[in-house]
């Protein structure tokens, strides 16, 4: 079965890729490279010794991807393609809303021409904004504080439109999951595929690991004087090939709904235990024998003091859930780190 996976190039994608080829799916990749490299496809390939067919296509060219579409026998899009980083999403707010949301509409314009109506959406916990309770369950009230989060909201009121509109039966009935991640890190235990972020990471366990390969010089830890056990902040880290796996699941949640019958489900994606920026180090310095160095400055703007998640959802629904541990999660990044120093640039 053929799943067309957009952003497959990217970080989760390629993890992503990986699980589709282990459960014996054909993943089809369109992505425009703005930030990744082809590289990671091929490593995958030559990993599970086949070859992954890639389009280097951008979501918002639409003659180009119903072209896709109508080359390949699509039976589902696992829709992964947009911009990520908050703080440039709130300088330059026009790029995320026509990547994200413009881009995203093209999509759908495309899979509805085409009669493609199996969707798995990466939504994003930072939908929620600043939680009023914890865990956060998928009906909390949802807040996002920049335009990067009002962007992945937008979409995803766009595909609960769509699912209303064929509730009463119709031949295309959406089937859509709207998964909110939380904190992806690690990488394939393989070593050969990882996050390699373009420049200074933005995010905290990537930035851990290049202290500790000497790239950089020490982490800046942003607050200690949150209300939280050490006064760093909490976060749901999750394993990126559990994320993947999980992707899988919801794929194959949505295949088995029957066709008149239209969803479309918000189902977090995390392992439900919260991790502070102190306990990371300590379990990285722990697993890696490795000392990272590390000072106190100021709150980064719009950060929260701590998240995690209500998984019960994914695992009543999707039989799903998270099963890799701190442990692997931070040695599967050392591993990665250590085989491939300057990213998929060596
Ligand atoms: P990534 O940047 O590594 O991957 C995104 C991929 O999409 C890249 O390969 C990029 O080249 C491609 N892309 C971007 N715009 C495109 C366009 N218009 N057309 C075609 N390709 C395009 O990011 P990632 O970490 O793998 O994230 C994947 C998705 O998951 C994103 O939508 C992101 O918002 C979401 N997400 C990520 C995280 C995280 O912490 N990594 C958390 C929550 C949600
Ligand atoms: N963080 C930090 N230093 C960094 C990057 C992040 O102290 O260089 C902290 C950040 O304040 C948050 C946690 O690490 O408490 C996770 O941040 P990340 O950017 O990885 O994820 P997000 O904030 O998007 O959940």
């Known amino acids: 079965m053929k799943i067309l996976v957009t952003g497959g190039a990217g970080y989760i994608g390629v993890h992503t890729i990986l699980a589709l080829v282990n459960e014996g799916y054909i993943p089809i990749v369109v992505d425009n490279l703005s930030n990744s490299s082809i590289e990671g496809i091929r490593r995958i390939e030559k990993l599970k010794n086949t070859t992954i067919k890639t389009y280097i296509c951008d979501i918002r060219d639409a003659e180009y991807l119903s072209q896709i579409f109508s080359e390949n026998d699509i039976q589902g899009v696992i829709h992964l393609a947009g911009l990520k ?3 440039e999403s709130c300088s330059d707010p026009i ?9 995203t509409l093209v999509l759908l314009k495309t899979m509805e021409k085409l009669g493609v109506a199996n969707l798995i959406f990466s939504s994003s916990a930072t939908v929620y904004g600043n939680p009023k309770t914890l865990p956060i369950k998928e009906d909390a009230k949802l807040f996002p504080t920049n335009p990067y989060g009002q962007s992945k909201l937008m979409i995803e009121k766009i595909c609960q439109d769509l699912a209303n509109k064929t509730k009463l039966a119709s031949k295309n009935a959406w089937k859509i999951a709207l998964l909110r991640y939380f904190n992806p890190i690690g990488a394939d235990k393989s070593g050969v595929v990882g996050e390699d972020p373009k420049g200074t990471p933005n995010n905290v366990m990537p930035y851990i690991a290049q202290v500790a390969s000497g790239k950089l010089e020490r982490l800046s830890i942003f607050g200690n004087d949150y209300p939280t056990k050490d006064g760093t902040g909490i976060r749901d880290y999750i394993h990126v090939m559990d994320l993947a796996e999980g992707h899988v699941a919801a794929l194959r949640w949505v295949l088995s709904i029957k066709p008149l019958i239209s969803e479309c489900r918000a189902i977090n994606l995390g392992t439900g235990s919260g991790t502070s920026v102190l306990e990371l180090l300590s379990i990285f310095e722990k697993e890696t024998g490795v000392k990272v160095p590390y000072v106190y400055s100021l709150r980064r703007s719009g950060d929260i003091a701590s998240c995690f998640a209500d998984p019960s959802l994914a695992h009543s629904l999707l039989g799903w859930k998270a099963s890799r541990n701190m442990a692997q999660m931070v040695s599967d990044t050392w591993r990665w ?10």
């Open 337 to 346: 780190q250590e085989q491939n120093p300057s990213g998929y640039g060596e």
């Open 85 to 87: 980083a908050v703080g």
């Open 95 to 103: 790029s995320y809303y026509d990547n994200n949301v413009s881009g």
